[in-house]
């Protein structure tokens, strides 16, 4: 088990690389050893804390986008399993999100509630899952698929993204139901565990989110943010089939599919679309009190 927490917020929620530094650094589960920092420190760098304000100062002069915090030696930012604990920040200018993630070692449930009140700024989604169970909902090269003996050639590819054009046909990961996508403003999968934050309010009707029957635990929190545990994250493997249904009935319960879409389309406005919703008016919606329910396992408690 390789848990990791994201959370994502709009651009302009945050501010910049040095500042969101200067903040985890108070609330990390662990002592940072080393660093990396591609503008700042693209080798990488043992970590001081008596420097910690010229790495604050270097890094919002430079207008760095992305850095690595880590707890030990020889630890891959890219790998699915986390041997120590870690932290992301990834600030993707071309969606307008600033992405924070924190790792695991085996075995360490992260305290996701804690640090959402850390930030104190409202985000749009955080999500929990075990990095190296969704390793093949998320492959997109065939010759890891060649690598592992896995069969690939009923799977859909495309040929368009950037990626494609630099490798080759890809394996289109759109069709997985749990595939995790960058789009504007959030980094999204239906995920084991899932907050849906005041500003997804945009894109994901409340009403639906709080409906759906087959979750395990559903809460309407008070800050508006509607916090969904769809399956256990330490289920010994994602690609189940139950789990797969799963996903794919609440994405399209949701509307998953379709915010996604409309967040990655090439004709959305990026000025404007934080005004835009999704229109909802062909879908009967479920008759849902607006009181707060708490729904366990397909029964609803009202507090």
Known sequence: MSLRFTISFPEEQL????????????????????????????????????????????????????????????????????????????????????????????????????????????????????SSKIKWQNEKFIKNYIAHGRPYQHLKLEQTSQLAQVYGPMIDITENPGHEAIVLSMDLMAAPEMWFGPLSQPYFDRKLLLSFPDAIHIDLLCDETVYVNLFDVETSDYELAEILELQRKFRKWVRMNEVESMLISPTTKPNNVMERKIEFDEVEKPKVSTTIWKIVKGKKDKD
């Open 15 to 130: 501010p910049q690389s040095g500042e969101v530094l200067k903040l985890v650094l108070k609330h990390l589960p662990f002592q940072p050893v080393r660093m990396l920092s591609p503008l700042f420190a693209p080798s990488y760098t043992r970590f001081n804390k008596k420097k910690i304000d010229e790495y604050i100062e270097t890094m919002n002069s430079v207008d760095e986008n992305k850095f690595w915090l880590e707890e030990g030696e020889g630890i891959d930012p890219f790998e699915e399993v986390s041997t120590t604990h870690s932290f992301s920040f990834n600030w993707d200018k071309s969606n307008k999100v600033k992405i924070l993630t924190f790792r695991y070692p085996e075995d360490v449930k992260p305290n996701a509630q804690s640090l959402l009140d850390v930030f104190q700024v409202p985000f749009t989604f955080a999500f929990v899952t075990d």
